[in-house]
């Protein structure tokens, strides 16, 4: 098994769980800061505003009470009768008393004494906190044209100055309150003249930067016409018309603002910059007594200082809790995990270690518990498999090995190959057969039942396995034997084979058979065909005749009846080719079956004239055919090829119903002239024929004598060294091996009958031999060929 | 892939049609679906093997099993419209003697109507 490389468990939980965890925290942040800033602003907005009224009322309350002190004054300095004596102890009294007072000054109303018009201004101021007198009436000042007398003498009323530099006065920036003053209590044509306060605007300045609404925030005033009259800049004030300085720097926003704050309105703004760069609120108002504007400028970043600060903390409580949780996530996944890779490591074991491995005890959540019981049963279960293939292999082998066994059996039936070379110099025999399982339902069989005929057979047993290859070794079985008794008899062999399998067939079984008996002398075939393939004929000329007849229904089932045989003559190097249909229904990948007209074209377009590698050559062919695809039926082929060159090295005679000894001239004459074809010597031929004559005589002699139907059979053989004779008669049994025994050991004119016939045999042959078969005498001797 | 047989006449003589593949996978089944049929009643049989596509040896072994009990019975069995393959294997295994082809169903009919 090969190990995937994949991130771990605790990974993925990391993986997922952080970014849904962070992407709620996001959301959470940001709704949380817009929330927060609108409630803010709203608050900082409300906040502003009670900062800046209040401010302003501050700033008020010291008019008012500047104006209220100047007033009071006033007042008493109407009923005061020495006023053009004591007026300079009042005015240094109230402004020692009045600290907010820079300086104040009571301006008479010019009048005539003697004859000389009479100015009296007498003024106190601070200077260094020391506090100074002068009287203003001074041609140099001519206090008369100042508008802090001249508004409130000729208009009755109490003003605020427009702030000024009060040269030769006070010296300094100040705005001024003048009240006039009434002999009668609101009776202007008692007009006695004007006190005045006046408010340093230095003082102005320190009165307003002391309020503090925000950390960086500032308050600025300036009066109706635009004069800056305090800023926390002191090079501003009054020097600069704060309109024209919003026009230098092309601020529209704060232009507007300006505009309202000179007009006295009040309002809370937001403007991209005003006099720094900084986004900033600004708060306006009038003062309620004149016509100055009273601004504060919050920088934003003021009021939103919380509202960071709150984000702030939460982005590093949120970093916290991020690391919190991996640590958390890592913690527990891993002991999540941890019994999970035991288990796994339990499992990269041989199968032979883990299956005898104890299962450690878990006790952790359910699920692992529950996988931990799955290993426990798997274990179990492989356990209880191993034991039962175990007893199933056993028994499986067992099987395999008898069916090793019924195959070697099932092929030993079959002719063997080197049988089949002891005919070669008669026929040329090649075979093939695969079964598809262990055994089959194929087989096929050859063999000479005399020394010139050979029977041959090819079978298929419909089905396969097992009991088809049962079916085969009785049919196999029954046809070799019902042949050796039956002889040249094919009808007979089929018949009794087939009342057999009929008789024994349970499981009905049946047998298509192609059998035939080959005459080498005459080459006639003699054939019956029980519902087999078609077997070809290939001659030597490369044409293919196919014999295309049945005979009989395969055998097996149904009775067959009115058999009879077919013959053809074969030619000389005339080959049969034998087939079963596994050969031509072999099926390829593509379940296609191989087909008998391709195997005819095969064999049609064969050139060898050695038929011997036509087999091998089909084979190759079903091979390529077939490919790598699986076989499902048994596949068998059986070749015949006859022998021109040595095939009439033989001669067979035949004799039935043989009357008497004059059959004698029959066979010397047929021996003779097949002995002088194959340039057999004279003295050769002579031997031999005395052998046979002997043979013959004796025959007749002894052994006939009651035989109804007397037969003689003789081949002879002729090879490069020998002659080779066998002869069969049904006479009577003798013993010549004792006949042969007794000659040798007594001299040649004890010549009874038989002994001397045998005594020439003797002496006559290489070999001799006599066997009693079937009933019948069976000599077979041997001459040497070139005496 | 599946054989199935539909009855085409049911008196004498039965004319039986086939359809499919008559292989050694489902001879079996085909065979004792026939004997069932054929428990019922013993007539003479006309096989239409028109939709027959393929014959294995396991499907002759049917044939010869219906020859056998058949028999017994002195009936016969016909076929009718065998493709060229279907033919080849019948002549090729014998059956053609036992089970003679007819031109058509009239012909078939009228040749076992009377036995």
Redesign the interface.
């Known amino acids: 098994m090969t190990r995937v490389k994949n991130k771990s468990f605790a990974f993925y939980l990391s993986v997922y769980i952080l970014s849904i965890v962070i992407l709620i925290f996001t959301f959470f942040l940001i709704y949380n800061y817009t929330v927060s800033r609108k409630l803010l602003l709203k608050n900082v907005e409300e906040n502003a505003r009670h900062l800046s009224n209040a401010a302003v009322n501050q700033i008020e309350s010291y008019f008012k009470c500047i104006e209220k002190t100047a007033q009071s004054t006033a007042l008493f300095m109407a009923k005061t009768d020495t006023l053009h004596y004591s007026s300079h102890q009042i005015l240094k009294d109230i402004l020692s008393s009045n600290p907010e007072i820079y300086g104040n000054c009571l301006a008479f109303k010019p009048y005539i004494s003697n004859g000389q018009t009479i100015y009296n201004a007498p003024y106190c101021y601070k200077n260094d906190k020391q506090l100074c007198y002068k009287n203003l009436a001074d041609k140099s000042y001519d206090y008369l044209s100042w508008d802090w007398y001249r508004i409130p003498a000729e208009e009755n009323r109490k003003i605020w100055s427009e702030p000024y530099y009060d040269e030769g006065g006070g010296n300094v920036l100040m705005t001024t309150f003048s009240v006039p003053i009434y002999k009668s209590y609101a009776d202007t044509g008692s007009f006695m003249g004007v006190l005045t306060a006046d408010v340093s605007l230095q003082w102005l300045n320190e009165l307003l930067s002391n309020i503090k609404i925000y950390d960086s925030a500032y308050a600025f005033l300036i009066s109706s016409s635009g004069r800056i009259l305090s800023h926390p800049q002191a090079d501003l004030i009054m020097k600069e018309n704060i309109l024209d300085l919003a026009k230098e720097t092309d601020n529209t926003e704060f232009q507007i603002i300006l505009q309202h704050m000179m007009q006295g309105k009040t309002g809370f703004e937001k403007v991209q910059k005003a006099f720094s760069e900084k986004k900033s609120w600004i708060y306006y108002t009038s003062l309620a007594n004149n016509t100055w504007s009273l601004g504060f400028v919050i920088p934003e970043s003021d009021l939103y200082a919380d509202l960071q600060l709150l984000n702030k903390d939460l982005f590093y409580i949120l970093i916290s809790g991020i690391i919190l949780l991996i640590g958390f996530i890592l913690l527990i996944a891993n002991k999540l995990t941890k019994p999970v890779r035991k288990l796994a490591a339990m499992m990269h074991k041989d199968s032979e270690v883990f299956i005898s491995m104890p299962i450690p005890e878990i006790k952790e959540s359910t699920e692992i518990v529950m996988l931990n019981d799955s290993f426990r049963y798997l274990q179990k279960e492989l356990n209880r498999y191993i034991a039962h293939l175990k007893d199933v292999t056993i028994a499986k082998e067992r099987i395999e090995s008898e069916l090793q066994i019924a195959s070697k059996l099932q092929l030993s039936m079959l002719p063997d190959a080197n049988k089949a070379d002891v005919y070669k110099n008669r026929i040329k025999i090649t075979s093939y057969m695969q079964a598809a399982k262990e055994v089959g339902g194929d087989f096929y069989d050859y063999f000479f039942i005399d020394p010139s005929h050979l029977f041959f057979a090819i079978g ?1 047993v ?2 396969k396995g097992m009991g088809a290859a049962l079916f085969m070794s009785s049919t196999i079985t029954l046809l070799r034997a019902y042949a050796k008794i039956e002889g040249n008899d094919l009808c007979r062999i089929l018949q009794l084979t087939s009342d057999y399998l009929q008789q024994n067939n349970p499981e ?1 079984y ?1 047998v ?1 058979l192609f059998t035939g008996i080959l005459s080498l002398e005459t080459k006639e075939l003699t054939y019956l ?6 077997p070809v004929i290939l001659t030597e000329n490369a044409e293919i005749i196919l014999i ?1 007849h ?5 055998l097996g ?2 009775k067959p009846t009115r058999i009879s045989p077919s013959h053809i003559t074969l030619h000389a190097n005339d080959a049969l080719f034998l087939y079963t ?1 596994g050969v031509t ?1 072999a099926m390829n990948e593509k379940q296609a079956l191989f087909g ?1 007209q391709s195997l005819l074209a095969l064999l049609k377009n064969y050139a060898h004239t050695d038929k011997g590698k036509l087999i091998p050559d089909v084979c190759k062919a079903l091979e390529t055919f077939t490919a790598t695809a699986p076989q ?1 039926d048994d596949m068998t082929m059986l070749c015949l090829q006859l022998n021109n060159s040595e095939s009439n090295q033989y001669l067979h005679l035949s004799f039935t119903d043989i009357q008497n000894i004059s059959i004698l001239t029959d066979i010397q004459h047929q021996i003779e002239n097949f002995l002088t074809q194959k340039e057999v010597p004279a003295k050769s031929m002579h031997r031999l024929m005395l052998v046979l004559e002997e043979l013959i005589t004796n025959a007749f002699k002894y052994g006939f004598s009651n035989i109804a139907n007397k037969t003689i059979e003789i081949n002879i053989h002729v090879d490069s060294t020998h002659i080779e004779v066998e002869y069969k008669d049904n006479s009577r049994a003798f013993n010549t091996n004792s006949a042969i025994a007794k000659s040798s050991s007594t001299s040649p004119e004890l010549n009874t009958m038989g002994k001397r016939g045998f005594y020439i045999i003797d002496k006559m042959t290489d070999t001799f031999t006599y066997k009693r078969e079937n009933n019948k005498n069976i000599s077979s001797f041997k001459i040497i060929k070139n005496l | 892939m599946n054989i199935a047989f539909s009855i085409i006449r049911s008196e004498n003589p039965i004319i039986i049609s086939i359809d499919g593949r008559l292989d ?1 996978i489902n001879a079996d089944s085909f065979e004792t679906a026939i004997h069932d049929y054929l428990s019922q009643k013993t007539d003479n049989l006309v096989f239409d093997l028109e939709k027959l596509a393929y014959i ?3 499907g ?2 049917v044939f ?2 219906l ?2 009990k058949l ?1 017994a019975s002195k009936k016969k069995i016909g076929i009718i419209n065998p493709d060229e393959m279907v033919k ?1 294997i019948i ?8 089970m003679p082809v007819f031109a058509n169903m009239e012909e078939a009919i009228v040749s076992f109507k009377s036995i």
Request: overall charge negative.
């Open positions: 298929d419909s089905g009905k049946f298509t065909n029980a519902g087999h393939n078609y295309n049945t005979h009989m229904l395969p089932i149904i249909d229904e008998t499902q | 050694a294995s040896s396991a002759i072994r010869l099993l020859i056998n028999e080849e002549e090729i295994s014998g059956l053609k003697d036992y």
